[in-house]
Structures are given as C-alpha cells and as structure tokens.
C-alpha cells in the first residue's frame, strides 16, 4: 500500500510544505486535514473519503473547507469526518459557523472511539483502526492503521519522551510517521508547546522496533532540511527520513 504526503508542515504552510494532510489512495483514507488538502484529487483513487482527525487545531483541519473543489456542491454525502466528540463540535459549531462558511456542507460526521472499521484497499481487505491518547494542549490523538500485511502508525501533536504511553500501541509496525518539530536540543520548547524534538522521536521508533520511521509536522519556520541533523538520530534509529510533501511512501 502507498502512502502519499499531502502535507508535512505544522502551524501555517510556507513555501515548500503546507500543513498536515496524509493520504492512503487506494483505500480513500485521509489523516488530517490541513493546508495540503487541496492536492487530494490528483492523487485519490475512490469516490469517496473517510477523513479521520487527530484534534480540532486549524492547521489539521482547515482543508476541510478546500473540499468542494473535489466532490462538487452536490457529493458532500461522499465525505465522512471521524473525530472525537469534542472535535467533531469544534469542527461544527466553529469551521462551519454561517459567518465562516455560509453553505453547510452535507459532511457525515462519526465519532472517532477507541477503534474503527476501515475501508477496503485494492486487494478487497477492510482494515482496522485503534487510537490512543497524546499528550497536547487541547488533546490529540494517535491512529494506528492495519491491513492485512500492512500496518503503519500516524502520531502527531504530541510531546515524545522515552517512558511515553503510547510505544506499545504503535509496537511492531511497519511505518511510523511521526512529528518531530524541533531538532534535537528544543526540549523546553517542545514542552511549552506540546511538541517533539527529533532524538526523542527516534527513541520511540526504536523502542517500539518499527519498521520505518518518516518525520512529519517539521517546524514551517525552518529554511532547509539540513536544518534537522539526522547523525544523532539514526545512531538510535537508522531507518529514518525527513517527509516533503508529495513523498510516496509504500508500507
């Protein structure tokens, strides 16, 4: 199965990435919906999405706003949102309030629990889905995502520590695509702002021993990948890539 990079930014898109949004093509998945959205038709293979969000921030689902463009006034009901409760009120109540956006979309909205059906990929499998809590203000939540022969796990939002709770509900996987904002050496400011430095993260791909490590969510306000020193890290994991938007990613 490929997964495609939408986005790979945090907080606000800037001229080489936009903000968070992975697409699974084949099964018409959607993990958040940031700025990088508006690229969903040139690579989607359904009729139809299943968009699940990790929290109600604006960088990861903004996009939700982009979608007429993709499904037309009239296919609305060809779009499912998965979140939380609280999300999904936020989601309704704020991004859709009538002073923002005048014509309510016909979204179907579902309430995200601890696991979930997920549409069939090419080979006619459905597939599973669990999620756990992350640590972050205003709270997030991270997705594991299972075929058969294929698994891969979406962690975004969150502060990454050693002793963090959620290594064993990612344990095994074959990708990892998680956030690392900062290089290494931000801890105060990952803290501070309910995010991840890059050696911690690698420390959990490690611990958990997953297959493939791809960073995403890198902070918009850095000029160049170089920015991200990947020596230290891969001394802990050396499976481990920086994500651009519109990298292809197979699992």
């Keep these: 199965m490929q997964l495609i990079c939408l986005g790979t930014t945090g907080f606000h898109p800037n001229a080489r990435r936009h903000t968070a949004s992975l697409l699974i093509p084949e099964a018409g998945v959607v993990l958040d919906a940031g700025t990088g959205i508006f690229?969903?038709?040139?690579?989607?293979?359904?009729?139809?999405?299943?968009?699940?969000?990790?929290?109600?921030?604006?960088?990861?689902?903004?996009?939700?706003?982009?979608?007429?463009?993709?499904?037309?006034?009239?296919?609305?009901?060809?779009?499912?949102?998965?979140a939380t409760a609280e999300v999904v009120h936020a989601v309704r109540t704020h991004l859709f309030a009538p002073a923002l956006f005048p014509v309510a979309p016909g979204y179907q909205f579902k309430q995200?629990?601890?696991?979930?059906?997920?549409?069939?990929?090419?080979?006619?499998?459905?597939?599973t889905m669990t999620t756990f809590s992350l640590k972050h203000p205003g709270g997030s939540i991270g997705m594991r995502l299972e075929w058969p022969g294929h698994t891969m796990a979406y962690v975004t939002d969150t502060t990454a520590t050693d002793a963090a709770d959620y290594i064993e509900s990612i344990r095994g996987i074959d990708l990892l695509v998680h956030e690392a904002n900062f290089p290494a050496g931000h801890d105060e400011l990952a803290e501070l702002t309910g995010?991840?430095?890059?050696?911690?993260?690698?420390?959990?791909?490690?611990?958990?021993?997953?297959g493939q490590l791809v960073v995403?969510?890198?902070?918009?306000?850095?000029?160049?990948?170089?920015?991200?020193?990947?020596?230290?890290?891969?001394?802990?994991?050396?499976?481990?890539?920086?994500?651009?938007?519109?990298?292809?990613?197979?699992?």
């Design 195 to 210: 995010h991840s430095c890059l050696d911690k993260v690698a420390r959990i791909a490690a611990a958990a021993d997953v």
């Design 112 to 127: 995200l629990g601890d696991s979930c059906e997920l549409p069939r990929n090419a080979a006619g499998d459905f597939g």
């Design 39 to 82: 690229r969903l038709a040139d690579y989607l293979a359904t009729d139809r999405i299943d968009v699940f969000l990790s929290h109600a921030h604006l960088d990861h689902t903004i996009g939700l706003t982009y979608l007429l463009e993709t499904f037309g006034v009239d296919a609305y009901d060809r779009v499912t949102i998965h």
């Design 216 to 251: 995403t969510h890198v902070d918009p306000l850095l000029t160049k990948d170089e920015d991200f020193d990947l020596h230290e890290a891969r001394s802990a994991f050396p499976n481990i890539s920086i994500a651009h938007d519109l990298l292809a990613i197979e699992f």
